[in-house]
């Protein structure tokens, strides 16, 4: 069952009571650690010590579930803005803490040291948001049909036929040539790859409460595309 913003009543449960049972934040981590990491990168472009304070900013929201606990179903909501934004914050509390035991001097203000890009909108910043979870979910969904291609359950040339094809937009006729195989089998493949992969997109919009259980595999991929083609 879904809530009015499409977010699973289930998934609303297992926030709500993180404070209570703090062993299930992995699960929630588990699924929004790349995406936070991304959005972080994406704030913080030129910081030497990024992926180490990505490592901390991951520890300590795992550390906290009673923050991410805070979250709460609604219209317009999104736990990942919750979420990045609590990354966010603990980033730039990380950044000065590094600041001050470089500078050794007196105590820096609110927004010295660590503030390395300009105040944006509330629209950029949920744009920002969007687009580096939806460039993780993404990746996540190519990582599945990987993983399907490596325990049988698909082809093991669809992968590369997908990247080379869909993604570096090469011809299908020279990539059979290099696989050895029929052009005819490499057409049906390459549709056969279509179709899981748009399956992994779909299976994830839904995990994360975007779409709906009947929404239908073009609207969630349409869904997925608008997100990546607007601005970062």
Known sequence: MATRIGFPETRWSLIGR??????EAAVVMDQYADSISRYLRLKLPNEGDLEDVIQEVLLHLFEHPELMAAAEPGAGSRFRYLLMTLAWNEARNRLRERWR?????????????????APETEASE????????????????????????????????????LEGHLVRGRNLRD????????????????????T?????????????GEITEDADQ??????????LKGPA
């Open 18 to 23: 993180l404070a209570l049972r703090p062993t």
């Open 101 to 117: 035991r470089q500078h050794r001097e007196k105590p820096v203000k609110e927004d010295d040291g660590a503030q390395t890009v």
């Open 126 to 161: 949920t744009s920002a948001m969007d687009r580096a979870w939806a460039e993780s979910l993404l990746a996540q969904a190519w990582a599945d049909v990987r993983a399907w291609a490596s325990d049988g359950t698909l082809e093991a040339e669809i992968p590369e036929l």
């Open 175 to 194: 990539l059979a040539a290099e696989l050895s195989l029929p052009l005819a089998t490499c057409h049906r493949r390459l549709a056969r790859g279509r």
């Open 196 to 208: 899981w992969l748009q399956k992994a997109i779909v299976d994830r919009l839904r995990e994360a």
């Open 218 to 227: 073009g609207a969630a991929c349409s869904l997925l595309l608008d997100i």
